[in-house]
């Protein structure tokens, strides 16, 4: 998933987390272990016997311009601030580790196999990589020419930091670049 789907060639050792009662998270960064974050839940989430245990994950609007959005005459509840993501068993979260992000105490259980469970990480390496019949030295010629007009491009945007992914498709008939089609995110 990691390298087709975000261009990351490795993953960072797998930790693996459980939460009982008096269990949370408090928000943090921790982007200087890979562009991308995950979280693989464990949790069998519609049987389980406590509250509590979602990923929050900072609102992103929230960061650089909180003060110039913010609505005097209104208040502001917690979905406001941060996402809450129900860890669902077999769910994968991915998002931008650079986001404060935490997990909500975990109320009501203290057995350790009725708990929240989940492993997590980072994805990392990102670099390009090729999939296909084509040789990499045939294509690198092919997708550097795609590349070009998209740099040109972002140099006319405003500076930001962070990771851009993109897929290619390369006919191996024609050496001819195309954009792959979009696949719905969740």
């Known amino acids: 998933y990691?390298?087709?789907?975000?261009?990351?060639?490795?993953?960072?050792?797998?930790?693996?987390?459980?939460y009982i009662d008096g269990c949370g998270q408090d928000l943090h960064c921790d982007s200087f272990h890979?562009?991308?974050?995950?979280?693989?839940s464990l949790t069998p989430w519609e049987g389980r016997v406590f509250t509590g245990g979602e990923t929050l994950i900072l609102q992103p609007q929230l960061l650089g311009s909180f003060w110039?959005?913010?609505?005097?005459?209104?208040?502001?509840?917690?979905?406001?601030?941060?996402?809450l993501v129900e860890p669902h068993f077999n769910q994968?979260?991915?998002?931008?580790?650079?986001?404060?992000?935490?997990?909500?105490?975990?109320?009501?259980?203290?057995?350790?196999?009725?708990?929240?469970?989940?492993?997590?990480?980072?994805?990392?390496?990102?670099?390009?990589?090729?999939?296909?019949?084509?040789p990499e030295s045939d294509a690198l010629q092919h997708?550097?020419?795609?590349l070009e007009p998209m740099?040109?491009?972002l140099q006319a945007l405003p500076q930001v930091t962070g990771t851009i992914?993109?897929?290619?498709?390369?006919?191996?008939?024609?050496?001819?670049?195309?954009?792959?089609?979009r696949k719905p995110r969740r």
């Not at 997708?143 to 795609?146: D, I, K, P, S, V």
Request: glycine share 10%; net charge neutral.
């Open 2 to 18: 990691g390298e087709k789907q975000l261009g990351c060639r490795a993953i960072s050792p797998v930790w693996m987390s459980y």
């Open 34 to 40: 890979g562009p991308f974050a995950y979280v693989l």
């Open 68 to 83: 110039q959005s913010l609505n005097p005459n209104k208040g502001l509840e917690l979905s406001d601030v941060v996402t």
């Open 92 to 134: 994968l979260t991915v998002f931008d580790p650079r986001f404060p992000h935490g997990v909500r105490p975990v109320a009501g259980t203290r057995d350790p196999q009725k708990g929240r469970l989940v492993l997590h990480g980072w994805f990392t390496e990102p670099s390009p990589f090729f999939d296909g019949p084509l």
């Open 143 to 146: 997708l550097n020419a795609a």
């Open 151 to 153: 740099f040109e491009q």
């Open 165 to 181: 992914t993109m897929q290619l498709t390369v006919s191996g008939e024609t050496g001819a670049a195309a954009q792959a089609p």
